[in-house]
C-alpha cells in the first residue's frame, strides 16, 4: 500500500506495514488525547502512556500478523488521527468457493489537535 496524498494541502494518510516506537509514541499521544477529550473509544478517563502504548503495541502484533490495517492520518506535528480495519477470514465467497478477507470492524480515532477539528 504505502505512503498517499489525496491533493496538495490534504492530510497524508499512509497505511503502516510495520508499526515502530516512533509510530506507537504518535499514535498514544492520540489516544489520550482523544481519551482526555472524553471521546467514545472503548478505554475511560485516565488514560496512563503505559495502557496506551500497551494496546498500540498489540495492534501492531495484529498488523504483524495480517489481521489488520492501520492507516494514520498525519500533519506537521506527528499522527492526528487513526483507523484501523479489523479483517475476519470467511471460508468462502458465494458461487467461488475462495476464502478472503471480510471487514469485521473499523475503528476511527482522530485526536482534538487534528487539522480543522473545532469542538461543538
Known amino acids: 500500500m504505502g505512503d498517499s496524498v489525496i491533493h496538495p494541502g490534504a492530510i497524508p494518510i499512509r497505511c503502516l506495514e510495520t508499526i515502530g516506537d516512533r509510530d506507537i509514541q504518535g ?3 492520540v489516544l489520550i488525547d482523544c481519551v482526555e477529550g472524553g471521546a467514545s473509544v472503548s478505554f475511560m478517563h485516565p488514560m496512563s502512556r503505559a ?3 500497551a494496546f498500540w503495541r498489540r495492534v501492531a502484533q495484529g498488523v504483524a500478523a495480517g489481521e489488520r490495517a492501520l492507516l ?11 483507523v484501523q480495519l479489523v479483517f475476519d477470514w470467511c471460508s468462502t465467497y458465494p458461487r467461488t468457493n475462495r476464502t478472503g478477507p471480510m471487514w469485521r470492524r473499523c475503528w476511527c480515532i482522530a485526536g482534538r489537535a487534528a487539522k480543522g477539528w473545532r469542538p461543538r
Open 27 to 29: 499514535l498514544s499521544d
Open 51 to 53: 495502557k496506551a502504548e
Open 72 to 82: 494514520v492520518a498525519e500533519d506537521v506535528q506527528g499522527v492526528c488521527g487513526t
